[in-house]
Every structure is written in structure tokens, then in C-alpha cells.
T-cell receptor, first 112, second 114 residues
């Protein structure tokens, strides 16, 4: 069973609207949680990184939250733009371990 | 910095042929990772190197896969012989440190084995 589950699998939103992506993980203990953005035909690019002691981290219109007690994270996209169309991948790192646990990703499509 | 460079970007080959994927990590990064991404399984770590030495190849699916890193600026992933189930996007990533450090991914090589 995957240790990182993401939902929804995909979503479509209108330009200018907000959306929230969910990530539930079972990796324990963990060192940090990252959200990556993967544009079509490209490699993943890191958006945010949070340690287990952080609750929120922002990067422009992207805001990630973390609840280490419930093992849940979310990525909120504000005022979506067409360029936000991509796959968003939640990645959890155990402490002192290189083996990252990847979620399957949420595909976001922003329409004009 | 140009980032992680991979070549070719696309490869179409026939079953049984040898395929070689190439990667140039970011200068100064001591760690290099090879990943495979498919719709069914997402991103999977195949192998990683530290200072050109393979550390963990437990993710390599079978003996048909091999990887080398002859120097700090170049690595190859070879599949011989290739099979249709090897069709996937193969990513190379590099980082300064292995633990708790952001990995920088290349653009990937999209492989199709007919």
C-alpha cells in the first residue's frame, strides 16, 4: 500500500478560482514533506518544503499546510492561472533516509 | 546553472534493442538518482550514486537494467534487452546531500519500446 495518498486524482477549475489538494501519509516518523509541481513533459520542481514542526509554508499563490498529528497536508492554489495546469505531487522524506515516498499526484487543469 | 540535463528527450525503439539514457547532474551535487515514472506506479527510485559510487540499486527492476557513473558530471542508465513494459519516463535527479535535501529533477527521457 502506498504510504502517500493524494486526492482528488484530478480536478478542473476555472481561471481565477481557488482549489485545494489533499495529501494523507502514513510515513512515520518523517523529516519533511514537499509539494512538487510537474508540468507536462517536464521533471518535478519543488514548490514548498515543510519540516514536521511547521504548519504552513507559502510560495507565491501556493500555500501548503501540514498537520503532523493527523498526518495530512494540503496545497492551496489561490487565484489560479492557466500556467497552474500541472500535476502536483506530495513527497514525504523519512529522517536520515534518501528513499522518498511519492504520492501518485493530482492533475490540475485550469480553464479560461 | 543549466540544471540537470538528460538526453535523449524521447526514444522509440524496438523490443530487444539496447537503450542508453544519459544524465548530467548539476555541478557540485554529490548525489545522483535515477527514477522511473509510469501512470500505474508513479515515481520509483531505481538507483542512486554518491560521489560516483552506486549506493543502492535495489530499485532496479532486473538484470536488464544497469547504471554507471564514470565521473561526477555524467551517468548512464542502460536497458539491454529492452521490453515493451520498460516504456516509461526516466528521470535523473541530483542533490547536494542525500538526506532531507531537495532533489533537482531533469526533464526526463520518454521511452517507448515497441
Amino acid at each position: 500500500k502506498n504510504q502517500v495518498e493524494q486526492s482528488p486524482q484530478s480536478l478542473i477549475i476555472l481561471e481565477g478560482k481557488n482549489c485545494t489538494l489533499q495529501c494523507n501519509y502514513t510515513v512515520s516518523p518523517f523529516s519533511n514533506l514537499r509539494w512538487y509541481k510537474q508540468d507536462t513533459g517536464r521533471g518535478p520542481v519543488s514548490l514548498t518544503i515543510m519540516t514536521f514542526s511547521e504548519n504552513t509554508k507559502s510560495n507565491g499563490r501556493y500555500t501548503a499546510t501540514l498537520d503532523a498529528d493527523t498526518k495530512q497536508s494540503s496545497l492551496h492554489i489561490t487565484a489560479s492561472q492557466l500556467s497552474d495546469s500541472a500535476s502536483y505531487i506530495c513527497v514525504v522524506s523519512p529522517p536520515n533516509d534518501y528513499k522518498l515516498s511519492f504520492g501518485a499526484g493530482t492533475t490540475v487543469t485550469v480553464r479560461a | 546553472d543549466a540544471g540537470v540535463i538528460q538526453s535523449p528527450r524521447h526514444e522509440v525503439t524496438e523490443m530487444g534493442q539496447e537503450v542508453t539514457l544519459r544524465c548530467k547532474p548539476i555541478s557540485g551535487h554529490d548525489y545522483l538518482f535515477w527514477y522511473r515514472q509510469t501512470m500505474m506506479r508513479g515515481l520509483e527510485l531505481l538507483i542512486y550514486f554518491n560521489n560516483n559510487v552506486p549506493i543502492d540499486d535495489s530499485g532496479m527492476p532486473e538484470d536488464r537494467f544497469s547504471a554507471k557513473m564514470p565521473n561526477a558530471s555524467f551517468s548512464t542508465l542502460k536497458i539491454q534487452p529492452s521490453e515493451p513494459r520498460d516504456s516509461a519516463v526516466y528521470f535523473c535527479a541530483s542533490s547536494f546531500f542525500v538526506h532531507e535535501e531537495t532533489q533537482y529533477f531533469g526533464p526526463g527521457t520518454r521511452l517507448l519500446v515497441l
